[in-house]
């Protein structure tokens, strides 16, 4: 019996290696128990752990190795704990006043550490820092050499494809559908896809009056993940047939394309 809860135990981690009991990376409390200075950063809050968690793994990354990639992923990590910490910071407690000044001391030192990792970045030539420093603080510079890697292998990754549609989104409709569609064909099966193409694809067919793409791609988003659509069943029902569209056939296309695209086999359509 042991033996066999054994085999299961070992198994369970070959086929599910990326949960954070068969990494290879620490838990959280062995990261701090190793490196306390890391964990010491932020005041203890009930909220925002997991945001903390990231900015706790994001930073022990770059330690072991510093570079480009590693920075950038400290200042996305930073940047979704401010927010989070912005939010419980306008939370009133009644009993405990302390609690939002933690808070906002914790803010204070997330927009330091941003601040920090932008002016030691800015004149990075890595393709993600390039885009954040056009979108945060609008440098044209970076948003120059960003749009002259168009075409190169460096920017063969979904991220980067949708950061280059949302430079277009203003100027070439076509094109931005075209990066988008790409950005879906370089996902590897079984991969975590950004719900941000669904949306942008469902609201640019809203936008032309192409109401049978507006369904599919706003159908795609509430099939992939419900909590990042606004839209329920029934809207798309009422909806949807005041356009006289075949609902129980575009249900189907959706399904099928959603398929494909978690299984790594999307196929951009002709625009």
């Known amino acids: 019996m ?21 990494e290879n990376r620490p838990n959280f409390a062995e990261l701090c128990e190793e490196h306390t200075k890391i964990c010491q950063e932020f005041q203890e809050d009930t909220w925002c752990k997991r945001e903390r968690v990231e900015v706790g793994f994001a930073n022990l990354a770059d330690k072991n190795d510093a570079n480009d990639s590693n920075k950038y ?30 808070r906002i001391d ?28 056009w979108s945060r603080y609008l440098n044209e510079h970076s948003l120059n050499k960003f749009i002259a890697l168009e075409g190169n292998e460096l920017l063969e990754k979904p991220n980067r494809q949708i950061n280059l549609a949302s430079y277009y989104a203003k100027h070439d409709i076509t094109k931005t559908l075209n990066l988008l569609y790409h950005a879906l064909e370089l996902y590897p099966s079984d991969a975590a896809i950004d719900t941000e193409i669904f949306q ?27 909590k990042d659509s606004n839209i329920s069943h029934e809207t798309f029902v009422s909806y949807f047939k005041g356009n006289n569209l075949n609902t129980e056939f575009l ?20 625009t």
């Open 106 to 133: 914790n803010v204070v030192k997330a927009r330091a550490k941003i601040k920090a990792l932008a002016l030691a970045t800015q004149n990075s030539e890595h393709p993600d820092l390039l885009f954040f420093h």
């Open 73 to 102: 992923q400290q200042l996305i990590a930073y940047e979704g704990y401010e927010k989070c910490m912005l939010h419980a910071s306008k939370i009133e407690h009644i009993k405990l006043k302390v609690k939002k000044t933690i």
């Open 200 to 226: 942008s694809l469902a609201s640019i067919f809203a936008h032309k009056k192409e109401h049978k793409q507006a369904y599919i791609w706003s159908k795609i988003l509430y099939l992939y993940s419900p």
């Open 2 to 22: 042991k033996f066999n809860k054994l085999v299961l135990i070992l198994l369970f981690c070959t086929f599910f290696f990326t949960l954070m009991a068969c």
């Open 251 to 270: 249900d189907r296309v959706a399904k099928k394309t959603l398929n494909n695209i978690i299984e790594g086999e999307f196929k951009a359509p002709r």
